[in-house]
């Protein structure tokens, strides 16, 4: 998409991980055990979902995954090293707590800026994209067309196009979507099996290439009217990830 480039600059792990190698070495300094920090560490990246965090599907992730996330599955499951700085708070209490704030002073200053910060970020613009083809009316003709193709799986409270499913209707058919952030069960063969109707009446549709097509020229748009601040804010993120960069070179 138009906005990937910047978004890229904006979400890079690279400040995160000169964040917590110098906060490790900080706590480790001040006599308290801080986390090891794999080289290159980074959340495992989600298939499922894109850079913003929306919900991606065709037909190969729904053989796979059905409708779950696939960070909710075991097999993506982590570990995050910053998760140490709170139980070593609660185990060493106040002198604990007191180590990590001077040592967050010092060192928060490498993390990147926020990209969801104001009205004109690369964040912002790409979910104000989405919404703007969502709410236009657009895609009317191919929801009802992706309907149509759907109602011979059956599935109780259909809704009238795919961004409304399967939420609602899942549930009302038993079937267990394991979206609570809790449970890790694998996708069952029925969830498969209508996952990979829905990619195919999407794509029959027309409802996934229009929808592509639409956004592709929002965030266009958006991108043109806004490039001057999306320029900078991507300026002053790669300044980050340079710093960060340099930290980690003497760190590790």
Same mark, same amino acid.
Not at 21 to 42: I, L
Not at 115 to 144: F, I, N, P, T
């Given at each position: !998409?138009?906005?990937?480039?910047?978004?890229?600059? /904006?979400?890079?792990?690279?400040?995160?991980? &000169?964040?917590?190698?110098? @906060?490790?070495? =900080? @706590?480790?300094? $001040?006599?308290?055990?801080?986390?090891?920090? #794999?080289?290159?560490?980074?959340?495992?990246?989600?298939?499922?979902?894109? +850079?913003?965090?929306?919900?991606?599907?065709?037909?190969? +992730?729904?053989?796979?995954?059905?409708?779950?996330?696939?960070? !909710?599955?075991?097999?993506? $499951?982590?570990?995050?090293?910053?998760?140490?700085?709170?139980?070593? +708070?609660?185990?060493?209490?106040?002198?604990?707590?007191?180590?990590?704030?001077? =040592?967050?002073?010092?060192?928060?200053?490498?993390?990147?800026?926020?990209?969801?910060?104001?009205d004109k970020s690369s964040m912002w613009l790409s979910?104000? $994209?989405?919404?703007?083809?969502?709410?236009?009316? %657009?895609?009317?003709?191919?929801?009802?067309?992706?309907?149509? =193709? !759907?109602?011979?799986?059956?599935?109780?409270?259909?809704?009238?196009?795919?961004?409304?499913?399967?939420?609602?209707? !899942?549930?009302?058919?038993?079937?267990?979507?394991?979206?609570?952030?809790? %449970?890790?069960?694998?996708?069952? #063969?029925?969830?498969?099996?209508?996952?990979i109707a829905d990619a195919e009446c999407r794509d029959?549709?027309?409802?996934?290439? *229009?929808?592509?097509?639409?956004?592709?020229? /929002?965030?266009? *748009?958006?991108?043109?009217?806004?490039?001057?601040?999306?320029?900078e804010e991507r300026a002053k993120n790669q300044a980050?990830?340079?710093? /960060?960069? &340099?930290?980690?070179?003497?760190?590790?």
């Amino acid at each position: !998409m138009p906005l990937d480039s910047y978004l890229e600059v /904006a979400q890079s792990a690279v400040p995160r991980e &000169a964040w917590l190698v110098s @906060m490790s070495s =900080c @706590m480790t300094g $001040a006599g308290f055990p801080g986390p090891e920090v #794999p080289v290159g560490f980074a959340a495992p990246v989600d298939p499922t979902r894109n +850079i913003v965090g929306y919900k991606l599907f065709d037909r190969e +992730i729904a053989e796979k995954y059905g409708y779950h996330d696939a960070s !909710m599955l075991p097999e993506f $499951a982590y570990v995050d090293p910053g998760d140490s700085f709170g139980v070593l +708070i609660q185990q060493f209490g106040e002198p604990a707590q007191a180590a990590f704030d001077s =040592c967050s002073a010092e060192f928060d200053g490498l993390l990147a800026s926020d990209a969801s910060s104001d009205d004109k970020s690369s964040m912002w613009l790409s979910v104000e $994209a989405a919404h703007q083809v969502e709410s236009s009316g %657009a895609l009317a003709d191919v929801r009802g067309a992706w309907r149509k =193709c !759907m109602e011979p799986q059956g599935v109780p409270g259909l809704s009238d196009g795919p961004e409304d499913f399967p939420l609602i209707a !899942m549930t009302e058919s038993g079937l267990d979507l394991s979206g609570d952030g809790v %449970a890790r069960s694998a996708p069952t #063969p029925r969830e498969i099996e209508l996952a990979i109707a829905d990619a195919e009446c999407r794509d029959s549709s027309g409802y996934s290439q *229009k929808r592509y097509d639409l956004e592709w020229e /929002a965030e266009s *748009k958006l991108l043109d009217a806004n490039r001057a601040h999306l320029e900078e804010e991507r300026a002053k993120n790669q300044a980050k990830i340079d710093e /960060a960069t &340099a930290v980690l070179a003497e760190e590790r």
